[in-house]
């Protein structure tokens, strides 16, 4: 890494690596070499493009790496130039971009960073990681923020101190890990004590009745780039039928469901183009992923009483349930 070059993940001038913490023996890590050492374990860890790296691969996340980095801006709002993004980030946590100003947030599994975007847009302090190599789109078109600290990391062992951050956010991510309980619950440890939260998740059993799920078993196997290049093709023809089924009164949009085809004719896209990106990279969002495990709203409640969670909100909004309160 050069030193002279001001980065997303590192900037000398700028030292926020010093908050992070050895996975090993959690002592404060020092830039050394171009690397980020553990000066009492000597263990080191790299840091990719100006982003330091805390899990030597992927592993079960490649699939998501690929995407990203293949959809890098397509749901970015400075992109379509539409607020689709902020609305969802400011609707479904109920927070204003004014009280996140200055505020120090976490979020978590950022994928591309459409929501890292409308964070760091707010003046919060923001934190953002993910186990894949998505971290490298995010930086890509984020890396104007100077209020954005970036990382490659899994939830499960992050190099951060609990209890440190003033608000957490996830969204699209704890279905796709591999114990959503622990998920939630290890994340929630990094919430100051009366900071806030706000995590989504989707919704069982109705996540289960859609068709996605009789073509996972395969297409979960089948090698990202080869999976993709399979939806890139068949989507945007199955998306007019799609289309057609939901134009016809009532019973529409249940035959719509039937077609294994994401399609977003809800957020009134610019154009053909544009719903025809959205929904080969949703549809691939649907098939590709080792796990989607939704959640039921008693099992949502269960681990907020388990953590004594306070105000605590459980939301529905289309396939997903919000939950969000006060740690
Ligand atoms: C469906 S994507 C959602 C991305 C982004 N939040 C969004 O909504 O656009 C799920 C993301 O979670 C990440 N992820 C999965 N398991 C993770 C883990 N254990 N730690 C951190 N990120 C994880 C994936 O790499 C992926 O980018």
Redesign the pocket.
């Known amino acids: 890494m050069s030193l002279s070059k001001p980065t997303v993940g590192i900037d000398p001038g700028n030292p926020w690596y010093s908050m992070l913490l050895c996975l090993r023996c959690r002592t404060v890590l020092s830039l050394l070499n171009g690397e980020l050492a553990c000066q009492a374990c000597a263990r080191t860890y790299p840091i990719d493009d100006g982003i330091p790296r805390f899990v030597p691969e992927?592993g079960y996340?490649e699939g998501?790496?690929y995407q990203?980095n293949r959809h890098r801006l397509t749901?970015l709002d400075s992109y379509s130039g539409m607020p689709i993004s902020r609305d969802r980030v400011m609707n479904a946590s109920g927070w204003s971009a004014d009280e996140l100003r200055g505020k120090t947030v976490l979020e978590?599994?950022?994928?591309?960073g459409?929501?890292t975007e409308v964070l760091c847009e707010t003046g919060a302090i923001v934190t953002s990681?993910?186990?894949?190599s998505?971290v490298h789109a995010n930086a890509a078109s984020n890396s104007r923020f100077s209020n954005l600290r970036l990382l490659q990391?899994?939830?499960?062992d992050l190099p951060l101190p609990e209890e440190s951050f003033e608000y957490v956010i996830c969204?699209?991510?704890i279905q796709?890990?591999p114990d959503v309980e622990r998920?939630f619950k290890t994340l929630l440890r990094y919430v100051r004590p009366g900071g806030r939260f706000c995590i989504d998740v989707y919704a069982a059993p109705i996540a289960y009745l859609h068709p996605r799920h009789l073509l996972r078993p395969v297409t979960r196997r089948i090698p990202p780039a080869q999976l993709y290049g399979i939806v890139q093709k068949v989507a945007p023809k199955l998306l007019p039928l799609s289309m057609m089924f939901n134009a016809i009164p009532r019973v529409g949009p249940y035959l719509a469901r039937l077609v294994p085809v994401a399609n977003h004719r809800h957020l009134n896209l610019p154009n053909k183009k544009v719903m025809r990106d959205w929904s080969v990279l949703d549809t691939f969002?649907w098939l590709a992923p080792r796990y989607e495990r939704p959640q039921t709203r008693r099992r949502l409640q269960r681990w907020a009483k388990e953590l004594e969670l306070s105000k605590v909100s459980i939301k529905r909004y289309r396939g997903l349930y919000v939950i969000c309160g006060i740690k």
């Open positions: 992927e996340a998501f790496g990203w749901q978590c599994g950022s994928g591309a459409r929501f990681f993910d186990i894949s998505a990391a899994s939830v499960y969204f699209g991510v796709h890990t998920t969002d």
